[in-house]
């Protein structure tokens, strides 16, 4: 299996890794910021929304809940990181990755995590590179989003 090589370079890519990346479990321990590189990077496993056709697919066939892949993330340009909602002592810990957006002020991209929790990246340009890792395993769970009225 080949995996995902993406970049992001404006908002309109970003919307598309977001949408790769929703779902996406990061441990607190894979996430670092690198300011002499003005990097910031992660490891994720994602959920394989784009599938192949198969049961990995937008929808769920009989008996198959889909695939994991571990990806890495580099986010270039980073200047700045701020962590809401989240112990980042607690390396053992793992974030839900929501959604990836551009922040109201422009200068900003916001990692939105389930519960409430962020980590806001001040960038001098929007970058951002994803690469799937290794093999795909088989996931234990299809995530689900409730939808409300």
Request: charged letters at 25%; proline letters at 6%; one cysteine or more.
């Amino acid at each position: 299996m080949t995996g995902l090589r993406l970049a992001a370079m404006d908002a309109q890519d970003l919307a598309v890794l977001s949408a790769i990346l929703q779902d996406a479990i990061v441990p607190i321990g894979d996430i670092a910021y690198l300011p002499d590189e003005q990097c910031f990077v992660a490891v994720a496993n994602r959920f394989r929304w784009e599938g192949e056709g198969t049961p990995a697919g937008p929808t769920p066939d009989a008996g198959h809940e889909g695939e994991r892949v571990n990806c890495g993330l580099r986010f270039l340009g980073v200047t700045r990181v701020a962590y809401r909602g989240f112990d980042l002592r607690r390396r053992d810990q793992f974030l839900s990755l929501l959604a990836i957006e551009v922040a109201d002020d422009g200068a900003s991209l916001l990692l939105r995590l389930a519960g409430g929790g962020d980590i806001r990246l001040s960038v001098e340009r929007l970058e951002v590179r994803l690469a799937d890792i290794g093999e795909p395993w088989p996931a234990v769970a299809r995530p689900a989003h409730p939808v409300s009225n």
